[in-house]
């Protein structure tokens, strides 16, 4: 069974810091990558996603991921943040081509100070 | 893109008695439903996998019989959690994927209290 990790369980910046949140899974195969966003008292929401193409992927919200398949990396970035992107973001992956059935990171709590 | 919907988004029931939740995929046809739990301040723990008139697939450590899914329909899937406890307050959410999708889209989830 594949497993996501995600390196920083808690980050805490300024506003208009750099962001940088790492992902790394261990499935070896065809994989589809997503990262989601999950603010206080609201629901999961897509940021971005990969299946196949240019390895730099734009979200919403200025976020942006690239994966390294040689490094089976999936890490976000956002270049300023602001106090509004404060929340819970998560990395997740599943097999392209199989059952589709996703595979979640723990998660990553970011707080931004105004 | 897709809506999933979720009804109720929060319940507060009695201890050994029986939750329904639902969930609705409103604008496309989903032949895969995920039913996910999430404790506070923690990842989402993947419960069930359900396809559109089959059983629902349990993941290792969740209890069918306490936690009983149906998908009869292209568009809704329900989780019935039987004789809850206290232990079982939790958030429920789900998910939706259509054939052949990559994505899943999810619902808004269910805050259920045991008390």
């Known amino acids: 069974a594949q497993s996501v990790s995600q390196h920083n369980h808690h980050v805490i910046l300024s506003e208009a810091a750099s962001l940088e949140l790492g992902c790394n899974y261990s499935?070896?195969?065809?994989?589809?990558l997503f990262w989601y966003v999950q603010y206080p008292g609201q629901h999961l929401q897509l940021l971005l996603k990969?299946?196949?193409?240019?390895?730099l992927v734009k979200g919403i919200k200025g976020f942006e991921a690239e994966f390294i398949k040689s490094k089976f990396s999936f890490n976000l970035r956002k270049p300023s943040v602001q106090w509004s992107d404060t929340a819970e973001y998560f990395c997740a992956v599943n097999e392209g081509g199989g059952s589709y059935i996703p595979t979640f990171g723990r998660g990553t709590s970011l707080i931004v100070h105004p | 893109g897709a809506v999933v919907s979720q009804h109720p988004s929060w319940v507060i029931c009695k201890s050994g008695t029986s939750v329904k939740i639902e969930c609705r995929s409103l604008d496309f046809q989903a032949t895969t439903m995920f039913w996910y739990r999430q404790f506070p301040k923690q990842s989402l723990m993947l419960m069930a996998t359900?396809?559109?008139?089959?059983?629902?697939?349990?993941e290792q450590g969740v209890e069918k019989d306490k936690f009983l899914i149906n998908h009869a329909s292209l568009t809704l899937s329900t989780l019935t959690v039987t004789s809850a406890h206290p232990e079982d307050s939790s958030f429920y959410i789900c998910?939706?994927?259509?054939?052949?999708?990559?994505?899943?889209?999810f619902g808004p989830g269910t805050r259920l209290t045991v008390l």
């Open positions: 990969y299946f196949s193409g240019d390895p």
């Open positions: 499935y070896g195969g065809t994989v589809n």
């Open positions: 998910s939706a994927r259509a054939d052949g999708d990559n994505e899943q889209f």
């Open positions: 359900s396809n559109e008139g089959s059983k629902a697939t349990y």
